[in-house]
């Protein structure tokens, strides 16, 4: 079965009290949402009532309910998904990239348009991503593959709508029968070919929702040790059974810091906090980095410039007064002054020695349904530059590549 706009909204404006029902092609069932309430109809009482009812639209599928307090009142919007874009196949999933929302009053009031602008701004970025199956169970986006098959438990810091499904949750829905989940970050699938072998090579880039915000104006940590620009990066192959998984990491740096100003480039950079209230949150950081992934070693591409180099020592000044200091260890590797010119010869001759012996202590993870896991990823490399974009990008893509020799080897040749 392909996928397609399988819900369809309605409401009814007269008599009172609005309402709006939201039924679905898979189910017998509906959604009524009236007076701020919500509840499921059976089959029966659906059809009782429908023809007091108009169509709205059609969608691909439900958010959840967006809700704004405008101080006096609450608005309740209704978000669907108008438009997405397939990116591939995996296994028994299909993954979309979301490109249109429509938001639908829940109470017949056009509410706060700016506000909800807004939302439908960063909704139809093409940053969002979800999954559909025609078995009517799809993969969990915010899951990374040694978690899908070791707990199945959705990872909330790469669920982007969780807020969505409050409002139906509340009311004792179901929201699996009925709602998307939503990651946010990047998806790239690709088809590749060994001989007669077919597998899907792909790349999932989760960001965080714990510290999101824009460029500039969102930098280091809170008090949590949520940091900004968190994504957890996993290279992933799936052929027939088998699955071999390895994943990165990157973040900003977890100190509290800020760049005053808009202009790219000027790297003002400010120490928010001094050197004792700044170690809590680092503490938690790191605690928190291990518990999820295992081992650490960071890889801290900052240079010599003014900015850059005081937020450095800071870094280093931090990890060496931490109780993960004999746990995790720090690479020091000024980017700019050591890949000059895009020439990329020193991360072969300088930074891989550093980390190889991690890279081989840690592996990656492999499973095949004949034998289960075979083997587990015991470590992360942590990389960040000051915005964890261009340097860390190129670094992670280095190893990616050098294990990624290591894993397909495993997969296709036993």
């Known amino acids: 079965m392909a996928f397609s706009k399988g819900y369809r909204i309605y409401h009814k404006l007269d008599p009172p009290p609005y309402s709006v029902i ?11 949402f009236e007076s701020g309430a919500v509840a499921v109809l059976s089959a029966a009482e659906k059809d009782a009532i429908k023809n007091s009812y108009a169509k709205i639209l059609d969608a691909y599928g439900i958010l959840g309910v967006l809700r704004l307090n405008l101080g006096d009142s609450m608005l309740h919007s209704l978000v669907v998904v108008t438009g997405c874009s397939s990116v591939g196949k995996v296994q028994d999933s299909e993954v979309f990239r979301v490109t249109q929302t429509d938001f639908i009053s829940l ?26 199956s025609a078995t009517g169970v799809s993969m969990d986006l915010s899951l990374n593959a040694h978690r899908r098959i070791l707990e199945d438990t959705t990872d909330n810091r790469f669920f982007w709508n969780q807020s969505l499904h409050l409002h139906l949750k509340h009311y004792g829905v179901n929201c699996d ?16 070919y060994a001989g007669h072998k077919q597998a899907k090579a792909c790349i999932f880039s ?38 071999s998984s390895y994943i990165q990491i990157r973040g900003s740096i977890p100190l509290f810091w800020e760049q005053p100003g808009i202009q790219v480039g000027s790297h003002r950079v400010k120490l928010s906090r001094g050197f004792e209230a700044n170690a809590p949150a680092f503490e938690r ?8 992934y295992g081992k650490q070693v960071i890889i801290n591409l900052l240079g010599g410039k003014e900015g850059e180099h005081m937020l450095s020592k800071a870094f280093q000044s931090h990890l060496k007064a931490s109780e993960h200091v ?12 050591n ?27 492999y499973y095949s349904a004949e034998t289960g896991i075979v083997r587990t990823q015991g470590g992360t490399i942590r990389t960040n530059c000051l ?20 894993s397909r080897m495993l997969l296709f040749l036993l």
């Open 326 to 337: 004999s746990a995790v260890k720090m690479v020091n590797f000024d980017y700019h002054q």
């Open 107 to 132: 109470k017949n009031d056009s509410g706060d348009e700016d506000r909800i602008a807004e939302v439908r701004k960063v909704l139809n970025s093409g940053h969002f991503y979800f999954a559909w």
């Open 177 to 192: 029968d009925w709602l998307l989940r939503l990651m946010c970050g990047g998806v790239e699938i690709r088809t590749i």
């Open 22 to 32: 939201v039924e679905t092609r898979s189910r017998e069932e509906c959604l009524m």
């Open 285 to 292: 950081h790191f605690t928190a980095l291990r518990r999820l």
């Open 387 to 406: 915005d964890c974009l261009d340097r860390t990008n190129s670094v992670q893509a280095f190893f990616a590549l050098e294990v990624m020799v290591l």
């Open 206 to 243: 989760r960001l965080s929702s714990e510290r999101a915000g824009t460029r500039f104006n969102v930098r280091g940590t809170n008090d949590d040790g949520q940091v900004a620009n968190f994504v957890e990066t996993e290279q992933v192959i799936f052929l027939d059974d088998r699955v």
């Open 339 to 365: 890949v000059k010119g895009g020439k990329a010869d020193k991360l072969h001759s300088v930074l891989k020695p550093y980390l190889s012996k991690f890279i081989e202590e840690c592996g990656f993870f």
